[in-house]
């Protein structure tokens, strides 16, 4: 079988270089390039792609239409790892693929499963990207991929996780900790996508990876096992929680320019469809429609949450968003800093 040409969006993002890695794994499967908005064509990380033999594209993708087809024309696959409050700047490359034929649009998903309509604004404005795709009867496949391990563990007394934790300190149960939710290594994403996008059983499918769906509860008594250590628990009751989200919703209404209110508005609905409604499940996502990645793949077998903690007590796990860091929290680590 001939290479499919895969064109990524978000190559320098936490998302995108885990999929640039799995499919540079794979080069008898995939011819890899990245699209680079102009802002960032000189930026170090895009001319380390480059050097690794990455084909970059600066485009940008609110431009003309018909740059962004001729450089899709003759892609394989498009696969959008933008950041989140981007995604209604994927529309217009929906269009652009479908004039250019592209086989296989993966627009942005990779986050927890839960159902359109209300949930998650989160959710919704990635629903948006979709229902176009399914208008314009353009061949796709959604990834969703739970919660990253990276972002699920809690810190510890000691410090001695502080290095790769986005916030600190991490110590919340939420609605009692017993909810299962789906966990996936941020490393392996990269491996499922690559599996994902050569399989044709995906196509026009929704698809969800994880290694294994754990409660805060289990988490929590995992790290405590490995460490060690004793964690103090912060509770917060679920009806805590659907008030936070309430508030959330009036602030991100009544400023809805304010990067900050939607960002903390995002979270509050992480923490209302994971631990209240319990959406980020095998058996929800299998409810609603998803192929489980497990199921397709049993000869992958992604890293645990056991093994991500042994890593991390090595001191051999990369703090996601690291280069936004230095000045106070990050634009998109903010994201998560916002939950606790
Ligand atoms: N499941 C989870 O636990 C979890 C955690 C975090 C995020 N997520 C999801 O994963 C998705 C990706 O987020 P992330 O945190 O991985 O992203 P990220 O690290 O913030 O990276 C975003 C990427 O998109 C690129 N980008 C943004 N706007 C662009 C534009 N107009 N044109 C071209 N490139 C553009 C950025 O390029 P530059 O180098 O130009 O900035 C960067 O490479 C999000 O949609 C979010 O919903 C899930």
């Not at 998302?15 to 499967?29: M, N, P, V, Y």
């Not at 949930?119 to 948006?128: G, T, Y």
């Not at 900790?177 to 996008?197: C, E, K, S």
Request: net charge neutral; glycine share 6%.
């Amino acid at each position: 079988m001939s290479k499919q040409r895969v064109l990524i969006l978000g190559a320098t993002g936490q998302t995108g270089k885990s999929i640039l890695q799995g499919l540079l794994k794979d080069t008898e499967s995939f011819e890899v390039e990245a699209l680079v908005r102009p802002t960032s064509a000189e930026k170090p990380e895009v001319k380390k792609i480059a050097e690794m033999g990455v084909k970059i594209h600066v485009v940008d993708i609110g431009g003309p239409l018909e740059e962004l087809v001729n450089v899709l024309t003759g892609i394989d696959v498009f696969i959008s790892a933008i950041d989140a409050m981007g995604q209604l700047a994927q529309l217009q490359l929906v269009t652009a693929a479908k004039k250019a034929g592209v086989k296989r649009f993966v627009p942005c998903a990779f986050i927890t499963v839960a159902p359109p309509g209300g949930v998650m604004a989160l959710r919704d404005s990635k629903e948006e990207v979709y229902q176009e795709i399914r208008k314009q009867f353009l061949p796709y496949t959604i990834i969703d991929v739970g919660y990253w391990h990276q972002v699920s563990f809690p810190t510890l007394p000691s410090g001695r996780v502080d290095y790769a934790s986005v916030i600190i300190p991490r110590i919340k149960i939420h609605a009692r900790g017993t909810t299962p939710t789906m966990l996936t290594d941020l490393r392996d994403i990269g491996t499922f996508v690559a599996l994902i996008i050569k399989d044709p059983r995906t196509l026009n499918k929704f698809v969800c990876t994880y290694s294994e769906a754990l409660s805060e509860n289990e988490i929590f008594a995992m790290m405590e096992e490995l460490s060690g250590e004793k964690i103090e628990r912060e509770h917060i009751s679920a009806e805590d929680i659907i008030a936070s989200r309430v508030s959330a919703l009036a602030s991100s209404k009544a400023e809805p320019e304010n990067w900050m209110a939607q960002a903390r508005k995002f979270m509050a609905d992480y923490e209302f469809s994971n631990y209240v409604r319990a959406d980020n499940t095998p058996e929800y996502a299998k409810y609603l429609g998803y192929l489980d990645a497990r199921d397709l793949y049993p000869e992958f077998k992604p890293k645990t949450f056991r093994e991500f903690l042994g890593e991390l007590f090595e001191g051999k796990v990369d703090k996601p968003y690291k280069q936004y860091r230095e000045s106070a929290f990050g634009r998109s680590s903010l994201s998560f800093g916002l939950s606790q």
